[in-house]
């Protein structure tokens, strides 16, 4: 009987254990999310090639790790975009200069997902950028809402919280600054 006692004590704890894990592993989905969208961005910003908000190309790179909405949007400034360009073809359009993604105009070299907090229906991230060229280096921390659509973390929303003087000048989030259109 004491035998089958302790098996069965061992077995409760193990479940426990477990379901502990798939807890912190759904915890942690959203950072990964976060942490897997910064690496493919990097990695097309290593190109040179973008700057400001997505072109239709990046954005059916990047797409798959946003939102439906935020990729809704993305296409929505693109267009008025386009339109400003040929409606003012001597002034500069908007959202065509600075890391959209970020709160530095000049982007960033490396990143770390910190934590990660439930938040309504999603999770924020918290991470912390650098951007480090020859002898200056500039640290921040930006937060990013993922939102899981079909048990995928998708990137959501970036609210920009740097305090430093040159910021990307998208406001203070991505999805505020996407929706103000007119644009020009």
Same mark, same amino acid.
């Given at each position: 009987?004491?035998?089958?006692?302790?098996?069965?004590?061992?077995?409760?704890? /193990?479940?426990?254990?477990?379901?502990?894990?798939?807890?912190?592993?759904?915890?942690?989905?959203? +950072?990964?999310?976060?942490?897997?969208?910064?690496?493919?961005?990097?990695?097309?910003? *290593?190109?040179?090639?973008?700057?400001? !908000? /997505?072109?239709?190309?990046?954005?059916?790179?990047?797409?798959?790790?946003?939102?439906?909405?935020? $990729?809704?949007? @993305?296409?929505? *400034? @693109? +267009?008025?975009?386009? $339109?400003?360009? +040929?409606?003012?073809?001597?002034? !500069?359009?908007?959202?065509?200069?600075?890391? !959209? @993604?970020?709160?530095?105009?000049?982007?960033?070299?490396? @990143?770390?997902?910190?934590?990660?907090?439930?938040?309504?229906?999603? $999770?924020?991230? %918290?991470?912390?950028?650098?951007?480090?060229?020859?002898?200056?280096?500039?640290?921040?921390?930006?937060?990013?809402?993922? $939102?899981?659509?079909?048990g995928v973390w998708l990137v959501d929303?970036?609210?920009?919280?740097?305090?430093?003087?040159?910021? %990307?000048?998208?406001?203070?989030?991505?999805?505020?600054?996407? +929706?103000? /259109?007119?644009?020009?």
């Amino acid at each position: 009987m004491e035998k089958r006692f302790k098996l069965s004590v061992a077995v409760v704890a /193990l479940a426990i254990g477990h379901s502990g894990i798939a807890a912190v592993n759904a915890m942690d989905g959203a +950072k990964d999310g976060a942490q897997n969208f910064y690496k493919q961005y990097l990695g097309l910003r *290593a190109t040179g090639k973008v700057s400001g !908000i /997505l072109n239709p190309g990046q954005l059916a790179q990047l797409g798959p790790l946003l939102t439906p909405q935020l $990729r809704s949007l @993305f296409s929505q *400034a @693109f +267009k008025e975009q386009t $339109r400003c360009r +040929k409606l003012f073809p001597e002034d !500069i359009p908007p959202w065509v200069d600075g890391d !959209i @993604f970020t709160s530095s105009a000049e982007g960033f070299t490396s @990143f770390t997902p910190t934590d990660s907090k439930a938040q309504a229906n999603a $999770r924020t991230v %918290s991470i912390t950028f650098n951007y480090a060229e020859k002898k200056s280096k500039v640290q921040w921390t930006d937060t990013v809402s993922m $939102r899981e659509v079909g048990g995928v973390w998708l990137v959501d929303d970036v609210f920009y919280r740097a305090t430093f003087a040159f910021t %990307s000048g998208f406001g203070s989030h991505l999805q505020g600054s996407l +929706k103000e /259109l007119p644009a020009c």
